[in-house]
C-alpha cells in the first residue's frame, strides 16, 4: 500500500472536518481535554482524586466515573478548554460524578481548592472570561483536539511505564 503525500493526507483531512463540523469538531476537542485532564491527574494506578471531596477511583471506573468538572460552568469556548498558566487559574479538574453532577460542582469546596491551589487573583481572572467571546475554526479545535490526545497518550505511557 503506498504512503500518502501531504497534499492527500490534507485533502483527507479538511473532508473529515467538514465532514465533523465545527460542531461535532469542538465535541471531539473536548472530549480529547476531558480525557486528558484525568490521565494527567492519575497517580501511578491510575487512580484520580475528586479535587472537591476526596473521593479515589480508577480514571476509568464506571461505577463511579471520575469526570473533568469545570469551575467556571459553561459550555462557552471562552472557558470550556482553559488550562492554567501564570496569570490565569486553570479551570478543568478531576471531580467525581457524584459532585460533579449531583452536587453541581460542589462549588464552595471547589472554589476551596482554586484558591489554594492557584491564588485569589488568578480565579478573579478566570471568572473574567466566561464574559469574553472566543471564536475557535475548524483547524484550530483539531489541533487542539490532537494536541491533546497526544498529551494523553504521554501521560498513558507514563504510568504503564511506571
Not at 90 to 106: D, E, F, I, K, L
Request: some cysteine.
Amino acid at each position: 500500500m503506498m504512503k500518502k503525500t501531504e497534499s492527500q493526507k490534507a485533502e483527507d483531512r479538511i473532508w473529515k472536518l467538514k465532514r465533523w463540523g465545527l460542531v461535532g469538531t469542538k465535541k471531539r476537542a473536548a472530549k480529547e481535554f476531558q480525557q486528558m485532564i484525568r490521565w494527567e491527574a492519575a497517580d501511578a494506578l491510575g487512580q484520580v482524586t475528586c479535587v472537591t471531596c476526596g473521593f479515589k477511583n480508577h480514571w476509568t471506573n464506571s461505577d463511579n466515573q471520575m469526570h473533568a468538572g469545570h469551575f467556571v460552568s459553561g459550555r462557552t469556548n471562552s472557558v470550556l478548554f482553559v488550562e492554567a498558566t501564570e496569570t490565569v487559574a486553570g479551570n478543568c479538574h478531576p471531580q467525581c460524578s457524584v459532585c460533579n453532577r449531583h452536587r453541581h460542582g460542589n462549588q464552595e469546596a471547589y472554589a476551596e481548592f482554586m484558591e489554594k491551589k492557584y491564588g485569589k487573583q488568578r480565579v478573579i481572572e478566570l471568572s473574567k472570561l466566561r464574559g469574553k467571546t472566543v471564536k475557535f475554526d475548524l483547524f484550530e479545535l483539531d489541533d487542539m483536539r490532537l494536541s491533546y490526545r497526544a498529551r494523553s497518550k504521554a501521560a498513558k505511557k507514563r504510568l504503564e511505564n511506571g
